[in-house]
């Protein structure tokens, strides 16, 4: 039962290996629908905590976590609509080759985690470089009975992501950060989908029931410098 616990960083794989074909290939322009609600899991409250956020300017709020952060004013939000796209070119680059239980099992963890919001170093819906520097923040509702630290969170979240096409690997010993004055587990992974390999660093904070998740991808160390002046500027109440 396990592997079917955690699925922000199965979510954030599927976002991030897609994050280069994005960049290569625009999302196609369509009015955007509205979101669908997620189904609330057992005891959870029907109003999700991305309907708590706002994004005004280049500063996020969310008021269910109770945090602020500013974002890079020249990166781009990434709408609704082409998160869906991005993440179902994602998930059919990772379900290639696998059963089909395990597709079903990555169908089902992924709508049980809420999207706060996203940004890119390049729009993604116009040509880019070939890889595009990403910074998400990711709420899931977890099972506090199994998961009580952020190292359980992350122990399960690498056994998930390995059953399936990809393969994360940690490149450092967790670690605890302060961000804002409250306590993060720290976690640097390297991904590898095929032919494609890049890094991802994730800030773990367990609260209120969620696994919250600050995460970016990238590939060279000047979007890993750009995305930390980011991370830093967050504040809770």
Same mark, same amino acid.
């Given at each position: 039962m396990k592997r079917l616990l955690t699925a922000t960083? =199965?979510?954030t794989l599927l976002t991030a290996t897609a994050a280069a074909v994005a960049a290569r290939t625009p999302a &196609?322009?369509?009015?955007?629908?509205?979101?669908?609600p997620l189904p609330p899991a057992a005891g959870q409250a029907r109003q999700l905590p991305s309907a708590q956020g706002r994004l005004v300017g280049s500063t996020y709020t969310n008021d269910f976590f109770g945090f602020t952060i500013s974002l890079n004013p020249t990166w781009a939000a990434i709408d609704?609509?082409?998160? &869906?796209?991005?993440?179902?070119?994602?998930?059919a680059a990772l379900q290639e080759g696998i059963p089909q239980r395990t597709k079903e099992m990555m169908d089902a963890t #992924?709508? &049980?985690?809420?999207? +706060?919001?996203? @940004?890119? %170093?390049?729009d993604v819906n116009k040509p880019g470089p070939e890889f595009n520097a990403l910074l998400m923040? =990711?709420?899931?509702?977890?099972? *506090?009975?199994? @998961? %009580? #630290?952020?190292?359980?969170? @992350?122990?399960?979240? +690498?056994? *998930?992501?390995?059953?399936?096409?990809? %393969?994360?690997e940690l490149t450092a010993p967790l670690r605890t950060e302060m961000?804002?004055? $409250?306590?993060? *587990? $720290?976690?640097?992974? %390297?991904l590898t989908v095929g032919p494609r390999m890049l890094a991802q660093r994730y800030y773990v904070r367990l609260s209120k029931g969620y696994a919250l998740a600050l995460v970016y991808s990238y590939v060279?160390?000047?979007? +890993?410098?750009?995305v930390k002046e980011m991370v830093k500027t967050i504040r809770f109440k």
């Open positions: 960083l =199965l979510a &196609r322009q369509e009015p955007p629908p509205p979101p669908a609704y609509a082409t998160r &869906r796209q991005i993440n179902e070119a994602g998930r #992924t709508a &049980r985690v809420d999207n +706060l919001f996203s @940004v890119s %170093k390049y923040c =990711l709420a899931e509702r977890i099972p *506090t009975a199994v @998961v %009580k #630290t952020e190292k359980d969170y @992350v122990t399960i979240a +690498l056994r *998930t992501i390995n059953q399936t096409a990809a %393969k994360a961000l804002g004055g $409250v306590a993060f *587990t $720290v976690a640097d992974m %390297k060279d160390e000047e979007d +890993l410098q750009a």
